[in-house]
């Protein structure tokens, strides 16, 4: 995702509107292969301070991953603020902060920040719904998609189911 700044350069300490998209593939998140399903745009306004430039805009990411539970594929919008400082990088050796973003030229390369900003606003877990009641943890079967007959098997864990029975054979006597 490129910022030409021509224009700011023309007329610094002006906000000037963009509005990008850009398609991505796919990435790495929390160990998992996520995927951009629809192109990422990003859109606001930017201005030369100096030599430095200030962007500042909304990202907004359709993103796929793995649902947390069942792994069926699971898709979240997300939507980031983005508000970073780029310094131009003089390529003459002057030293520039190891977390700085810098551009040379008149194209600002936006990828690094836009990315960081989306990734950050995603949830700790995707689901596939908020009620995904995942795999069953003895056969794998997705209980989304039918029942297994683990549970069936398990005997009662309720003590009082227990306490019920004894209470019906009392009842019989
Ligand atoms: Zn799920
Ligand atoms: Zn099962």
């Known amino acids: ?71 069926e594929p699971a898709q979240t919008a997300v939507c980031a603020q983005v508000e970073e400082a780029f310094v131009r990088d003089k390529g003459d050796g002057t030293p520039v902060e190891e977390d700085q973003y810098t551009y040379t030229g008149h194209v600002l390369e936006l990828d690094d920040a836009v990315r960081t900003a989306l990734l950050l606003e995603l949830p700790s877990r995707i689901l596939c719904k908020e009620d995904c009641r995942g795999l069953c943890a003895r056969c794998g079967a997705n209980l989304n998609v039918n029942e297994c007959s683990c549970q069936k098997d398990l005997p009662a864990r309720n003590p009082f189911s227990a306490l019920a029975s004894l209470l019906n054979e009392d009842e019989e006597v």
């Open 1 to 71: 995702m490129k910022l030409d700044i021509t224009k700011g350069i023309q007329k610094k300490g002006v906000d000037i509107a963009f509005d990008l998209v850009d398609s991505w593939g796919e990435d790495r998140w929390n160990g998992d292969t996520i995927a951009y399903i629809r192109p990422v745009s990003f859109s606001g306004t930017y201005m030369l301070a100096d030599e430095t430039v200030i962007v500042r805009g909304t990202a907004r990411a359709l993103i796929q991953s793995p649902c947390a539970r069942c792994l």
